[in-house]
């Protein structure tokens, strides 16, 4: 139980249940400011297509060696693809010694 004295002194409310309440309003306010600024980081990254960004421009240098063989755009590295070089090719192979 309480001391008396300290009832008293605090208009018949225990110190120890006051501070209680006080940490429990302290931790919903956190977790409010908490969420708060989660959903406005949220919004951001879906307004700026932030996530989208970190995907897409790396995938168009992969995209343009998986179809090309340069690590470049797609539709700028066609032309440096390996079956557009001029090359000459004999049919009877090397002749004999």
Known sequence: ???PHELAAYGGFSMVRNQ???A???????M?????GTFLVANAFKENELIAGLVKKPWQSIAGMLQNGVWEDPSA???K?????????SLQGDKPR
């Open 24 to 30: 429990i309003t302290e931790a919903v306010l956190m």
């Open 81 to 89: 693809h390996p079956s557009t070089y001029m090359r000459h090719v």
């Open 1 to 3: 139980m309480a001391d």
């Open 20 to 22: 209680k309440g006080q």
């Open 77 to 79: 590295g066609g032309s």
């Open 32 to 36: 409010v400011v908490f969420l708060a």
